[in-house]
């Protein structure tokens, strides 16, 4: 099946400094993916959805400065958080759908960023 | 997009096999009910979906109701691989996928 993979799969970041997340589609092209945030024991939260070479659409509560989303190519999305804090800390899942209608989604393996 | 009710949890065991609820009575006629888990600590994982006829595959059965307004995910045999959060989500064509509670699922050995 499709394969979607995230890069890094943890990462451990000072307050204050940026961290990128790539996400990549590896079988398939994806005009849209989503990213997604999910704090412990809760459900996966909608942050925005990354349209390929257009701006991304944020989640009402995201702040499109601080997480900035590129969707340079049909087959990588990344998110920037950017002057991260402790409370980005968070499980940072991104998805992809190909184009057909009527297709499941696919999932990357998720990033676990936390901000000491 | 319309909303999917699922109990919070349930208990199963080894070898059993499990009927996972899903109430959607909000459905449109271009829904797709979708169904995903997620092992701790991974991203989720496809599980199945279907519109309105009953779909198996290898991993599960997704039965639907006449109305559409509910739908059951039947694992035929469950072993301990298979605890983790099931979602039913609804989904359009195109659209993204809106998380739920889900159903966290215990298998006892």
């Known amino acids: 099946g499709a394969v979607v993979s995230q890069h890094p799969s943890w990462v451990i970041c000072k307050s204050g400094t940026s961290v990128k997340i790539e996400c990549r589609s590896l079988d398939f092209q994806a005009t849209t993916m989503f990213w997604y945030r999910q704090f412990p024991k809760q459900s996966l939260m909608l942050m925005a959805t990354?349209?390929?070479?257009?701006?991304?659409?944020?989640e009402q509560g995201v702040e499109k400065d601080k997480f900035l989303i590129n969707h340079a190519s049909l087959t990588l999305s990344t998110l920037t958080v950017t002057s991260a804090h402790p409370e980005d800390s968070s499980f940072y899942i991104c998805?992809?759908?190909?184009?057909?209608?009527?297709?499941?989604?696919?999932f990357g393996q998720g990033t676990r960023l936390t901000v000491v | 997009d319309a909303k999917t009710t699922q109990p919070n949890s349930m208990e199963s065991n080894e070898e059993e096999p499990v009927h996972l609820p899903c109430n959607h009575s909000t459905i449109s006629g271009t829904d797709y009910i979708h169904w995903y888990r997620q092992l701790p600590s991974q991203g989720p994982e496809y599980v199945i979906h279907?519109?309105?006829s009953n779909v198996n595959n290898r991993m599960a059965s997704l039965a639907i109701a006449e109305d559409r307004k509910s739908s059951t995910l039947i694992l035929h045999r469950a072993t301990l691989r298979d605890a983790a959060v099931y979602y039913c989500i609804l989904r359009r064509a195109g659209n993204m996928l809106t998380f739920g509670g889900g159903t966290r699922l215990m298998v006892k050995p």
């Open positions: 279907g519109l309105t």
């Open positions: 990354s349209n390929e070479g257009s701006k991304a659409t944020y």
């Open positions: 998805s992809a759908i190909p184009v057909l209608p009527n297709t499941e989604a696919f």
